[in-house]
């Protein structure tokens, strides 16, 4: 019943009873997917991802990558198996690396990659470029090879707290193996990544997502494969989640973050399971009250408008000021894969909680279901499918001050320790009088501070244009306690501010912009949490 667009991988074999498809085909899914992004140390790995083939069972010729820059063609290779690879199950999926040897070791850059898969079906041969979607453009997938790695800081990692797995399948949306996720992230220069799948999907059948299975046989395969891929990953560390459908304080279905949970929370209220039932199992406050202890809990997307077919077909809602208040949410996920007016009406909300003494966090994620290089969504379901260059896989990030285990990632999360950006890095200290120093997310006691900042961004992202120190007295104000403007070293800064004396319980936060970035990105951006100060 879902008359809305989708941003996931396209599920194009569902169609509703009696209506035509223009979008079925009497073939798997074929599709080929990279990294936007690529740190300068890293081969390429190129996933190529089959689905629904135990229906529509194929066999694997061959698969040919071809690397281009600047429209001149600069390597290709084949992998061509001994003899043609069966394929007969519901998900196959192959990661092909491509490694910048020779010629290509110093070439950096944008670049464009042709895939081409050679697949038999019935005896047909059929050669499928980039996707064999109807309706896309079948242009080439862009890869940007960075001259230096992720902008970050010591003790700090970097990841997206928003990401939907293969346990997101349903009618018109899908979403990457968990396992080839790690290795692309890992690519990309990333440590974690939050699997966040969908209540309404986590509950269903393992053969059939329009019918629920109350032993919940997905959400217990989700837990183990998460164990699994953290068990032998070296680089990423994959943080289990769950992005559950409950009711905001108008009855109306809106998504919650779940981060670290092992305790699975039914909530099919906008699931497009049965027609116009939008009934949720939970409330906001509910999930709070029913959660296991060392979960981080963050309001998904929360200023982000439901269109008005998702409101009437779906129930859906929006975060209201009360509903982000509720006692025990951690924070809101206010930036969503672009900067755009929805994240600025975040941050309004957002500072005006913490200048009414909320301790309440922000994080950044994408939202993305799959879709490393680009959106590839059903958007008039059953005929148009749309492709756009946001809310990528890793392109927005929260970074964090924590060790690499979900454990320490969670409760860093839970406890504000955290930086949300498109590119820079940026930390701020309070060295005060009696009691050292306060970092990011923590509380201390002083009747004086001197800030320190430190900020880090490259050619990729852009020099620094401002850097902003935000001194907010809870119960009053903010105001700008100091701006940079013109920096020695556009990329790497270091200050020590003046002693400010306080009098109020008050908060510390920090905020950065670049420009000119090489990028995909040409203006970055990056704001911190804040440091709370007591005056003794």
């Known amino acids: ?54 229906r529509y069972p194929v066999e694997i010729e061959q698969m040919t990558f071809t690397l281009r820059q600047g ?17 007969r199950s519901h998900w196959w999926w192959h990661i092909h690396s491509l490694r910048f040897d020779g010629a290509l070791a110093e070439r950096f850059g944008m670049f464009d990659l042709d895939v081409t898969v050679t697949l038999l079906r019935g005896g047909q041969r059929r050669a499928v470029r980039n996707n064999n979607l109807r309706t896309t453009t079948k242009r080439p997938l862009r890869v940007y ?6 902008p970050s800081l010591p003790g700090w990692i970097t990841g ?16 990457s193996p968990i396992a080839a996720a790690a290795e692309l992230s890992a690519a990309m220069g990333l440590s974690f990544f939050c699997a966040t799948d969908h209540s309404y999907d986590l509950d269903d059948r393992v053969d059939d997502y329009l019918q629920n299975d109350p032993a919940i046989p997905k959400w217990h395969a989700f837990q183990r494969e998460v164990d699994e891929v953290n068990r032998r990953s070296k680089d990423v560390t994959v943080v289990r989640g769950e992005e559950v459908s409950c009711e905001n304080g ?36 509910s999930v709070i009250a029913g959660m296991e202890p060392g979960t981080a809990a963050y309001a998904a997307h929360p200023t982000e408008e439901a269109p008005f077919l998702q409101r009437l077909l779906l129930g859906r809602g929006e975060w209201s000021a009360d509903d982000m208040a509720v006692p025990g ?37 994408n939202d993305a279901h799959g879709n490393f290089n680009r959106f590839i969504q059903v958007f008039i379901p059953f005929v148009y499918i749309a492709e756009r260059p946001h809310q990528l896989f890793g392109r927005m990030r929260t970074l964090v001050r ?41 509380t201390v006691r002083a009747r004086s501070i001197v800030v320190k900042t430190v900020a880090r961004s490259t050619a990729e992202f852009g020099r620094f244009t401002s850097l ?69």
């Not at 707290?161 to 349903?170: G, I, L, P, Q």
């Not at 809106?254 to 116009?276: C, I, M, P």
């Not at 951690?330 to 309004?348: D, S, T, V």
């Open 250 to 285: 108008a009855g109306r279905s809106v998504h919650f973050l779940l981060l670290g949970t092992r305790k699975f929370f039914h909530g099919s209220g906008d699931g497009a399971e049965q027609w116009f039932r939008f009934d949720c199992e939970h409330t906001i406050a």
């Open 402 to 442: 924590s060790l690499n285990t979900e454990r320490n990632i969670v409760d860093a999360l839970a406890s504000g320790r955290s930086v949300i950006t498109s590119g820079p890095a940026l930390g701020i200290e309070v060295e005060t009088e009696t009691h050292g120093l306060g970092r990011i997310g923590d």
């Open 1 to 54: 019943m879902m008359l809305l667009p989708v941003l996931a991988y396209a599920e194009v074999h569902y169609r509703f009873k009696y209506f035509v498809s223009l979008l079925r085909m009497n073939e798997p899914e074929v599709l080929a997917d990279a990294p936007h992004r690529l740190d300068p140390g890293a081969p390429l790995p190129v996933m190529v991802l089959i689905k629904d083939a135990d």
């Open 71 to 87: 429209g001149t063609e600069l390597h290709t290779e084949s992998f061509v198996p001994p003899s043609p690879i069966p394929v």
């Open 160 to 175: 997206d707290v928003h990401t939907h797995s293969t346990y997101t399948e349903d009618q018109v949306e899908f979403g």
């Open 329 to 365: 949410l951690h924070g809101i996920q206010i930036l969503n894969g672009e900067r755009n007016r929805p994240f600025r009406n975040g941050l309004a909300v957002w500072r005006r909680f913490l200048l009414e003494g909320r301790r309440t966090f922000i994080a950044a994620g």
């Open 468 to 536: 902003r120190i935000v001194l907010g007295t809870v119960g009053g104000t903010e105001r700008v306690l100091s701006e940079q403007r013109s920096f020695t070293d556009p990329f790497s800064v270091h200050t020590v501010g003046e002693r400010v004396s306080l009098d109020a319980f008050s908060y510390i936060r920090a905020e950065a912009e670049t420009t000119d970035g090489e990028g995909t990105d040409r203006d970055g951006f990056c704001h911190t949490n804040p440091i709370w100060i007591t005056p003794e």
């Open 145 to 150: 090879r960075s001259r230096t790695p992720l």
